[in-house]
């Protein structure tokens, strides 16, 4: 199957997504918006797309900027498959690989995100468009990931993510200590790390 998104300076992209991995529509715009924003303000030589699926977020981003170095990393085989399929078929040079969250070995100066933030809850509510690990944090606990993340992000790094709408106070008392908010749509913040 394949989706267009729609970018920022009138642009699009063509993602192509299967059964394992999240339909790009229900996501990723403005997460793309608020990095695209971040990259022409601060001009990073590099950032990583943590939880890729399709490739949506750093496929985008690569694209709208095709100086900075973009790796794309994701814990299941099938999205790390899928987003190297994607790369390819677009003529975009990407870092792929599978990695837990963050590679330790590596620091970026911009990470993007949208990591699952479903609980069990929300897997019984929501018609999901996607496989169960695109949507499943924990069994109670929605920011599960986002809790691991924001603590590997690097001091002077920034954090463009997409957190859904019922989590987002807690999601903000969570960085709260450690990060400036710069800006947010309804969907997405970008947060900057400062401790």
Partial sequence: MKRMVELPDNKSIEIEYDKHTYDPRWSAVDTIVLADMCIKETNPSSLIDVGCGSGVLGLSLKYLHPLVQVTCVDSEDYAVKQTRKNAKRLGL?????????????????????????????????YVLRGPEAAYKADDTDGLALYRRLVKQVPVNSFLVCEVQEKLQPEFLQLVAANYELITRTDAAFALFRYI
């Fill in 93 to 125: 040079d990407v870092s792929v690989f599978r990695s837990d969250l963050l590679p330790k070995t590596t620091t970026f100066p911009l990470i993007v995100a949208n990591l699952p933030s479903f609980d069990d809850t929300d897997m019984q509510k």
